[in-house]
């Protein structure tokens, strides 16, 4: 039905229609100031209940959200940030648009689109990381997925038009130990200096640094990390991180006692108080003033964890306790990201080889480096096949119903996932068994290990 005009000079729409159960119901909406607000209201509100792939893009997302958020698919801080991001990067693009009209060309419009919306809006010079453009992409992907499994989208375009960024993550920044012991002596407030020392000593994240109490400092020189801590919708929360991030790690007698004794100034403090009253971006503003003081290079607040790491490795010790230390799910992760730190790669090699030649093999005295691959292949040996048998293998989008298949990356798989109840159960057993029934008509598997024949 279309708008009509009140007495008093305002719009007002009346209109039938079905809601999601199928019922048949009626809706009075008043107060529009213009006819094609009232128009654009009801057109908006019906588009709710479409269920087909002609839905509006924008009444899309808010089918996607509520059904992640109302059947708890994912956690309220990733609610938020999947929020932020389709908000601000997705919906300003395609507004209106029915996801069975969107085409290849307007997925390589709107990556043009949000690149530059990185260099105007976030930094204009580098623009957006590459990592973050990845996920980006990965989320308007994973959206389409969703389409096509309850709205009978045909494709996919995003996986079509192809991916922009890079799963791989920016290449992290250390200061050595001179140069933290340089820095440090610029920072000029006090609980900026303690929070500063307490990651680069402990290595512990930024998040669980602003959840730290003074109940956390065990007497036995001990930091017990089980909390992290978030600001959801401008509200802070401290929540449980995940379960292998949850860890009691020793620190050094001098941060534990320079701990107990900065909290012994601060009036009225009780043990289960925080520590630092701040947030991220304080320490952000901190590490950028005193890193330009002491004139070095600057660095991200958690590239201190980085420094922290490298300080270990440096020291010589292995990476099973390292990774222990920092709280990563496995060693495969800490492999990944600082296996490149251990020092001696090349010219290890070269001296190893001058000593084999001058006096043969002496067992049990390799190089460094052969003792680190020696390491890194016992610890690759108990991990699932997967880490070292399909990183870099393709994975097969099966639709059993068109007989139609993708193809994605491994790194894309984890979009695949994130509509799972239990992504990560999910990724274990594609993992173990080398496909996975993601929905009845919907199959991923390894290339390599190819098919299940009862599903072709």
Not at 188 to 204: H, M, N, Q
Not at 211 to 232: C, E, G, M, R, Y
Not at 267 to 276: S, V
Not at 319 to 346: A, Q
Request: hydrophobic share 35%.
């Amino acid at each position: 039905m279309p708008a009509y005009k009140e007495e008093n000079g305002t719009w007002s729409v009346k209109f039938k229609y079905k809601n999601a159960a199928g019922e048949k119901k009626q809706k009075t909406k008043r107060g529009f100031e213009r006819k094609k607000d009232a128009d654009a209201w009801e057109s908006t509100f019906k588009s709710q209940f479409i269920k087909s792939s002609d839905i509006p893009f924008d009444a899309f997302i808010v089918k996607y959200m509520d059904d992640l958020v109302q059947n708890e698919k994912i956690e309220v801080t990733t609610a938020v940030r999947k929020e932020n991001m389709i908000e601000t990067k997705l919906a300003p693009f395609f507004k209106k648009t029915p996801i069975n009209q969107i085409m290849p060309i307007d997925i390589l419009n709107w990556q043009t689109w949000v690149r530059q919306k990185g260099y105007e809006e976030y930094d204009e010079e580098y623009g957006y990381s590459d990592t973050y453009l990845r996920t980006i992409n990965n989320e308007l992907s994973a959206m389409l997925n969703y389409g096509r499994r309850y709205y009978g989208l045909p494709n996919n375009v995003a996986q079509l038009a192809g991916s922009m960024g890079s799963s791989s993550a920016d290449a992290m920044q250390i200061w050595t130990l001179d140069e933290y012991k340089l820095f440090r002596t610029h920072v000029v407030k006090t609980p900026a200096r303690i929070a500063f020392d307490i990651l680069y000593w402990s290595g512990i994240r930024e998040g669980e640094l602003l959840a730290l109490t003074l109940a956390d400092f065990l007497p036995d020189h001990q930091l017990d990390v089980k909390k992290n801590f978030q600001i959801v919708r401008g509200e802070k929360i401290i929540k449980a991180p995940k379960y292998y991030s949850v860890r009691c790690i020793p620190i050094p007698e001098f941060l534990y006692d320079e701990v107990i004794e900065y909290a012994s100034k601060l009036y009225g403090l009780k043990p289960t108080d925080r520590l630092f009253m701040f947030t991220g971006s304080y320490l952000r503003k901190e590490i950028k003033a005193a890193a330009a003081s002491a004139d070095l290079n600057v660095i991200r607040v958690h590239d201190l964890r980085h420094s922290h790491v490298s300080l270990l490795i440096e020291m010589g010790f292995n990476i099973i306790v390292i990774s222990k230390r920092v709280g990563h799910k496995d060693v495969s992760v800490t492999l990944d990201t600082y296996g490149h730190l251990y020092p001696g790669k090349d010219k290890e090699v070269a001296l190893g080889l001058h000593s084999a030649n001058t006096n043969g093999l002496v067992s049990g005295q390799g190089t460094m480096e052969a003792q680190l691959y020696s390491l890194m292949t016992e610890i690759k040996s108990s991990l699932p096949a997967i880490s070292t048998t399909y990183e870099n293998d393709d994975v097969i989008v099966w639709d059993c119903r068109t007989k139609r298949k993708n193809i994605i990356t491994f790194q894309d798989l984890p979009t695949m996932l994130t509509l799972k109840p239990a992504p990560e159960a999910a990724y274990e057993t594609i993992i173990n068994e080398g496909y996975l029934e993601l929905t009845p008509d919907t199959i991923l598997c390894f290339s390599k290990r190819g098919m299940p024949t009862l599903y072709l």
